[in-house]
């Protein structure tokens, strides 16, 4: 795996951990710009933009992470988590059917 990209996940990640969440946005997001199917970028995103209440983004890296390694389970579960993490924040129910078939597809692998 390129070195640089582990540099930029490891700063991501810290970043992440402090809080810092609009720094660790734009560390993830060059580490896509150098490889857009980095999954656990997405993943991560994922969560980075559910703390910063853009549950549209949120989903919209989830939903990535999942297109582009649907045979991992863990990759269904964390988006089931996403969608119920977007219902809390937009109360939009459409979430609340795409949470449970997102956690029926992760017992499906």
């Known amino acids: 795996m390129d070195k640089e990209i582990l540099a930029l996940e490891n700063a991501a990640e810290q970043l992440r951990s402090e809080k810092k969440y609009h720094e660790a946005v734009e560390k993830y997001a060059a ?9 656990r970028a997405h993943l991560a995103l994922a969560v980075v ?11 919209a890296h989830g939903e990535k992470a999942v297109e582009l390694e649907p045979n991992d389970p863990f990759n269904h579960v964390a988006m089931s988590v996403t969608y119920q993490r977007a219902f809390e924040g937009t109360r939009d129910p459409a979430y609340i059917q795409r949470a449970e078939t997102a956690k029926a597809r992760a017992h499906m692998r």
């Open 31 to 39: 580490i896509l710009s150098k490889d857009p199917n980095f999954v």
């Open 49 to 59: 933009y559910y703390n910063l209440q853009d549950f549209e983004k949120s989903v």
